[in-house]
């Protein structure tokens, strides 16, 4: 545990000494839950997001993309069911103070019982061998059905609960398993209470004319009202998707986690709508494509996971989660929810206007059913940010910081050094930062010595690292140096375009989630 907060800790201040995260209005001590990305960071994210857009949108003939307003009229947030349901239950324990998820307290419950079915597993193993059937022994050992069995329970127990807004006995839950406050260790909890989690504004100038709006809590209801002007316009036959990437707003309870959990965030979310009675066929076509697309970055498939939704959304008939191995832990990075019509049918029924699709190979009417990929463009960010931090140590005993970012999102991709400020070298390295800036993010990096400007790429993340040197001013050829084996070799300036490129391009990344 305290490793992995120390190296949580790692990431947060590396992000900040590397110019990719700070703290939103840092001078003021900073606002709780709210994040600038600086120099790096907005290059990095804007490199995520195009990541997504191009696999989404690009790459699909029959997915578009949009870009909606972040106030949408207050009826939609009723039709979408936020008003009413999008609450998370809160519970305070009085001695701390602290304010909790009365459901992530359930959960983080059940996660032990896990963890200890797992550690049996792990200790069986071992004393197995090779002789282990792991199947066999996780269907047969008491201890681990007695564990899952127990997590189940308390699942299947809250999941009523929260289903039947029987508040009183999720407290009752949380008090029999006698969880205590982490902080106080105290069990003396008040009440549970809903939350609704949207930030209300009021759009107008005078009193009796302004209106009560919301910012929006999603960006997926942006698609669905405008579902009809997209099909119409762009002649869309279904099955087909709308994209969107945008700001999000919520009024999370608990916000402890950096970027992972944020009350401004961005998302990138596409509406895929099918035919009714399609819905499964396509739940399991999205959780494949999106799962692929992780992979394809190349960060390790053991790093991710699925996880079953046991207690779906109001609007859900089927949800999952790919989860990914955050440093605190495998967490949700991505979902992926068949929403059946329940968005659309609520929108005709609210706004009195018909969003239905005509389908000409069945000759008949119908509100189309979704599935929906629904990705936080931060959460993503710290995905690939933590997993690429790493403390190595090199042959010669030392070590070295490395941020080894997919060379497809680096913000800069190289970095160009001349070896000493003088002798025309500067000059030399600037003839050729002048020509690669056309195609790439590129560096220009004097100061200190050569070996400590390598250390401080590799540290920010730069795929390469190009030295100009007395023999180039001969021979125009120039040193390239590969962050992650740290390979040196001796190219043309003229090959440069061609050798970055091929570590860089955005086709020979992205086929990989095509496979
Ligand atoms: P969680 O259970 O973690 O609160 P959620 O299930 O409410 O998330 P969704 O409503 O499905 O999340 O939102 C889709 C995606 O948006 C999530 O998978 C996550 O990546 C991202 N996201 C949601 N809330 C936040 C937040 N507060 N900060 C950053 N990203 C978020």
């Not at 324990?93 to 059940?110: C, G, M, P, Q, T």
């Not at 910081?401 to 991709?413: G, S």
């Not at 220009?444 to 790429?457: F, N, P, S, W």
């Not at 023999?471 to 962050?483: A, C, G, I, K, P």
């Amino acid at each position: 545990m305290a490793n992995q907060e120390d190296d949580f800790k790692k990431v947060i201040s590396h992000a900040k000494e590397y110019g990719y995260v700070v703290q939103s209005s840092e001078i003021y001590d900073g606002l709780s839950a709210v994040y600038d990305y600086a120099q790096n960071g907005a290059e990095l994210k804007k490199n995520i997001r195009d990541y997504w857009w191009r696999a989404m949108v690009q790459l699909h003939e029959n997915i578009v993309g949009i870009d909606a307003a972040i106030f949408m009229h207050p009826t939609t947030w009723k039709a979408s069911g936020h008003v009413d349901a999008f609450n998370d239950p809160l519970i305070d324990n009085k001695d701390s103070k602290k304010r909790y998820r009365a459901d992530v307290l359930i959960e983080d419950f059940a996660a032990k019982l896990e963890a200890k079915a797992e550690k049996e597993i792990a200790k069986a193993a071992k004393r197995f061998g090779d002789a282990f059937d792991r199947e066999q022994f996780v269907s047969t050992n008491l201890r681990v059905l007695k564990y899952r069995e127990q997590a189940d329970e308390v699942l299947t127990r809250m999941a009523r609960s929260l289903e039947s807004e029987d508040l009183a006995d999720v407290k009752a839950l949380i008090e029999e398993l006698e969880i205590a406050c982490p902080i106080s260790g105290s069990r003396n909890w008040t009440d549970v209470k809903q939350f609704n989690l949207m930030f209300g504004t009021r759009l107008g100038a005078t009193a009796d004319s302004s209106m009560e709006v919301y910012l929006r809590p999603e960006t997926a209801q942006g698609i669905f009202v405008n579902f009809l002007n997209v099909q119409k316009s762009g002649r869309m036959k279904i099955p087909f998707g709308i994209a969107q990437v945008g700001k999000a707003f919520r009024n999370e309870i608990v916000a402890r986690q950096f970027i992972f959990r944020m009350r401004e965030f961005e998302q990138m979310e596409m509406q895929f709508f099918i035919r009714p009675g399609e819905q499964k066929k396509w739940y399991e076509y999205w959780k494949d494509a999106r799962m692929k697309w992780h992979l394809s970055l190349g960060m390790g498939e053991s790093e991710y996971r699925f996880h079953d939704h046991e207690k779906l959304a109001h609007y859900a008939d089927a949800a999952a989660d790919i989860e990914f191995r955050f440093p605190f832990g495998f967490k949700e990075l991505e979902g992926i929810h068949s929403r059946t019509d329940f968005d659309l049918a609520n929108h005709e029924k609210y706004s009195g206007k018909k969003l239905q699709y005509f389908d000409p190979e069945l000759g008949e009417h119908y509100v189309p059913y979704v599935v929906e990929t629904s990705i936080g463009l931060d959460r993503m960010f710290l995905a690939v940010f933590s997993n690429s931090l790493r403390e190595e140590t090199l042959e010669d005993g030392t070590t070295r910081t490395v941020l080894r970012l997919p060379a497809v999102l680096a913000p800069v991709k190289a970095a160009v050094l001349p070896l000493v400020k003088k002798d025309g070298l500067p000059e030399l390295a600037h003839e050729i930062i002048e020509e690669l800036r056309w195609e790439f993010m590129v560096q220009y990096d004097e100061k200190d010595a050569i070996g400590r400007r390598y250390r401080r790429q590799d540290a920010a993340g730069t795929p390469f690292c190009i030295t100009v040197d007395h023999q180039t001013l001969e021979d125009r050829t120039v040193t390239l140096r590969y962050r992650d084996s740290m390979e040196q070799k001796r190219v043309p300036i003229n090959s440069l375009s061609g050798e970055i490129h091929r570590e860089v391009d955005v086709k020979e990344w992205l086929k990989k989630a095509s496979v």
